[in-house]
């Protein structure tokens, strides 16, 4: 008896391996994914600019990014005892505004830098819904807790993502023509907003995506689809019934792992798996001749797996084994 519905998942263009660099941008489901690459040591960038849902202002950090538009003191605003920018999430505000500038502006010159070399880019789409902020007519990726009668609310089209996204993504192409970009639509549901306009909101999403995957060798990757159709319970989801639960999220990563991510590439997480863990591990006794050998045994793989893998950062993992361990 089947009592599930299965998700198809396209094979990718070329699987993932240690060797690629990867950038994760989007909703917070983009991050929670992002982080298990960067947990298992892969060279990834995620989220320098803080949760970002809607496309138009993805795109527009990309395009700040690789043209180096930087940002000037315009682009900020005092509210709060703080200075915020609406483009940027809420994480990047500053008591200060030359420390606003000089940061914001070394993250778009970090992600400048990273997608000339990088291999994926996954974007992950929230929101099709946007604010604009009446003083000005921008299109903000966050409204900082500014007071919502200064914005004016409106649903993006699909035409506006796709031509805007396509000019965007056309530039990033000539800087770098071997990037992989992947597109997700986030499971999260914005139901702040009301369920029939979260549904015309991922409807929009889902149409975009098709636009840009007809258009170029794009891919796509069913994050939404595995939990909504696959999952389909709230069993999967947090106490908010909003954001996907952990057991969720490990769920989409498992299916990336397994479809997505090369044979070989998985053999090697397995082994820094153990090795994270052994080094996350608390022992009732950190002098015991156990722990030490213990200890001594993990370092042992490390070092075979720095000679196995010299482009991969063991730094912090051996510090956190070498901090227990008695000379």
Not at 144 to 166: A, C, M, N, R, W
Not at 285 to 300: G, M, R, T, W, Y
């Amino acid at each position: 008896m089947k009592l599930q519905s299965e998700v198809k998942i396209e094979m990718p263009i070329s699987k993932i391996e240690y060797k690629d660099k990867l950038l994760f941008l989007g909703s917070c489901f983009s991050g929670n994914i992002g982080v298990k690459f960067k947990d298992r040591l892969f060279d990834t960038l995620v989220n320098p600019f803080g949760v970002i849902f809607n496309p138009i202002s993805i795109f527009k950090l990309i395009e700040r990014s690789i043209v180096s538009n930087y940002f000037t003191e315009s682009d900020w605003v005092f509210r709060n005892d703080k200075w915020l920018n609406l483009d940027l999430h809420g994480e990047l505000s500053f008591s200060n505004l030359e420390e606003a500038l000089l940061i914001s502006n070394s993250l778009l010159d970090e992600v400048s830098e990273f997608l000339e070399k990088a291999d994926y880019l996954f974007l992950t789409f929230g929101t099709a819904w946007v604010y604009r902020f009446k003083e000005n007519n921008q299109l903000v990726a966050n409204c900082h807790k500014i007071p919502q009668k200064e914005f004016e609310k409106k649903l993006l089209t699909v035409d506006e993502i796709v031509l805007y996204g396509s000019e965007i993504l056309n530039k990033l192409k000539s800087k770098n023509s071997k990037l992989q970009t992947v597109f997700t639509v986030s499971p999260v549901r914005h139901w702040a907003d009301g369920a029939h306009n979260n549904n015309l909101s991922k409807s929009t999403l889902h149409l975009a995506v098709s636009q840009f995957l007809k258009e170029n060798e794009h891919q796509y990757f069913p994050s939404y689809e595995l939990v909504i159709d696959e999952l389909r319970d709230y069993r999967f989801y947090g106490r908010d019934l909003v954001h996907p639960s952990d057991i969720a999220t490990d769920y989409v990563w498992d299916k990336l792992l397994r479809n997505w991510i090369s044979d070989n590439t998985q053999k090697d997480i397995l082994e820094i798996e153990k090795v994270n863990s052994a080094a996350a591990h608390r022992p009732f006794n950190v002098e015991s001749d156990a722990h030490q050998k213990f200890l001594n045994k993990i370092l042992c793989n490390l070092d075979s797996l720095k000679i196995k893998h010299p482009y991969l950062c063991f730094k912090d993992i051996e510090t956190k084994l070498k901090r227990n361990l008695l000379v």
